[in-house]
């Protein structure tokens, strides 16, 4: 019976227990079925609004500037050579590297001494020249009287022919006189003719003898020049460089011995694209004569001169591309030539354009302008220079508009915005409104913030704000929207 007794409790316990454990997965698949079928519990959802700085586009009259690397070089540059061959026996002190030489001032003497013989003897063939020249003068009245005599001569011997016949006629004369007279009036023309060849003769060693005056002439002014050559002289006020002698050398003809540079009248040479040269080229096609502005900047220093364009190359050049351009510029006591700068081209004027930040414009050349209710709308702008890092466009319907002026790839058409305008006045925001809680919304709200997935500096500013007297509207909005409430 005992047996029986325990067994039937034992039976009964275990109905128990497998009753229980069927009623406990009942719950539990109730309790699921009731989860899956509720609705989900929705939180509002808010439209993300990004901060965006914005510029106003604001139109103007503006001259670009085109910025491009040049080399200033001397417009007034010679060579310095040797004129005649021979033994350098001075040099001025000034002629050295960097030495500064005035006008005139003789830079080298070169040994005169065979200019100065052969300046001599040429000298001397013209002394002779003028000799000769005078007795071939003086021959020539010579033979001028000696003709004239001759021709009186043979008038007389004319006359004399003629007594004779006016006496045979008469019959006093007889025929060997007349014979006699003609043969004596023969040789008067004869002596008449040779004096006139004498007299050619004399014309033409007078003719000679000039010739050869004239030559010699020419030859004393060479001679004078190839010795006046052996002194060289500076043409212009400058400055040397390069000066390759020294006292004691021996030069040849044209070889040359250093290089005068004016470093007072400077210029720089440039070379711009052809579509940068098109902008400065007018109407008629002649190069305008911009300004520009030369920078040299070297370990803080910068040192500036203004200058203009003042002529084009002719020839683009072998493998080049452009046109090399070349402008005068002011006097600069520390610009040297050969020194590489900035040059800064002032372009035409441009009206109705507007500055703003090349980050603002697209690589399809668009701006986005802040539409109704602060969305964005994306707008086509023409594209017309860079200036650094700003861009010049013309968009006539987004004048006095305002854009964004650093575009991201989270910004495009439709977006929302909140404009940030760095130039605008500064605006004091609103204080929040403060509103007093009740204790149970209290407890709620301070339950809600400790078990939270805040960090704890968020945690613990919160908490302080919901254990204040009143508490800020904005904040017990912000934890209901996190509630769900």
Do not use: C, H
């Amino acid at each position: 019976m005992q047996f029986l007794r325990r067994s039937l409790v034992g039976v009964f316990l275990l109905a128990v227990t497998l009753a229980i454990f069927a009623w406990a997965g009942n719950t539990v698949r109730v309790a699921v079925q009731d989860r899956l079928n509720a609705e989900p519990r929705s939180f509002p959802q808010r439209e993300r609004v990004l901060s965006v700085n914005v510029v106003t586009v604001t139109p103007e009259t503006i001259a670009p500037e085109l910025v491009v690397f040049g080399q200033l070089s001397s417009a007034t540059t010679v060579d310095v050579r040797a004129l005649s061959s021979g033994t350098i026996l001075e040099v001025s002190e000034n002629f050295v590297d960097g030495g500064r030489v005035t006008e005139g001032e003789v830079l080298v003497r070169i040994d005169p001494r065979d200019a100065q013989s052969s300046l001599d003897r040429v000298a001397a063939d013209l002394r002779d020249a003028e000799a000769e020249a005078r007795d071939a003068e003086r021959a020539l009245v010579l033979a001028e009287d000696e003709l004239a005599a001759a021709v009186d001569q043979a008038a007389l011997r004319q006359q004399a022919l003629t007594r004779q016949q006016d006496l045979e006629q008469r019959g006093v004369g007889t025929a060997a006189a007349i014979e006699t007279a003609e043969l004596a009036l023969s040789s008067a023309r004869q002596a008449v003719l040779s004096s006139r060849q004498a007299e050619a003769q004399a014309q033409a060693r007078l003719d000679q003898a000039a010739t050869r005056l004239d030559r010699e002439k020419l030859n004393l002014e060479d001679a004078t020049r190839i010795l006046a050559d052996t002194e060289i002289r500076a043409p212009f006020s400058g400055t040397m460089a390069d000066v390759t002698v020294a006292t004691g050398v021996r030069v040849t003809a044209n070889e040359r011995l250093g290089e005068l540079i004016q470093k007072d009248d400077l210029e720089v040479s440039f070379r711009l694209s052809t579509a940068q040269y098109s902008r400065l080229v007018g109407d008629d096609g002649t190069l305008a004569n911009a300004p520009i502005t030369v920078t040299l900047e070297a370990q803080g220093l910068t040192l500036m001169a203004d200058g203009q364009i003042s002529r084009e190359s002719a020839l683009v050049g072998e493998g080049q591309t452009g046109r090399l351009l070349f402008a005068s510029i002011d006097t600069s006591a520390a610009l040297r030539p050969g020194d590489f700068v900035t040059v800064t081209v002032t372009e035409p004027e441009l009206r109705g354009v507007a500055r703003v930040p090349a980050t603002a414009i697209g690589a399809n050349e668009t701006a986005l302008v802040l539409g109704d209710e602060n969305r964005l709308e994306e707008v086509a702008v023409t594209l017309l220079r860079r200036q650094g890092d700003d861009v010049l466009i013309r968009a006539r319907e987004i004048y006095g508009r305002q854009i964004v002026a650093e575009r991201s790839p989270l910004l495009g058409q439709g977006i929302a915005v909140q404009p940030i305008d760095p130039n605008a006045a500064a605006v004091v925001p609103e204080a929040p409104e403060m509103v007093a809680l009740e204790d149970d919304k209290r407890a709620e709200l301070v339950a809600f913030v400790e078990g939270s997935r805040m960090p704890p500096p968020v945690k613990a500013r919160i908490l302080e704000q919901l254990a204040q007297d009143e508490v800020p509207s904005d904040v017990i909005e912000q934890l209901e929207d996190r509630m769900g409430t």
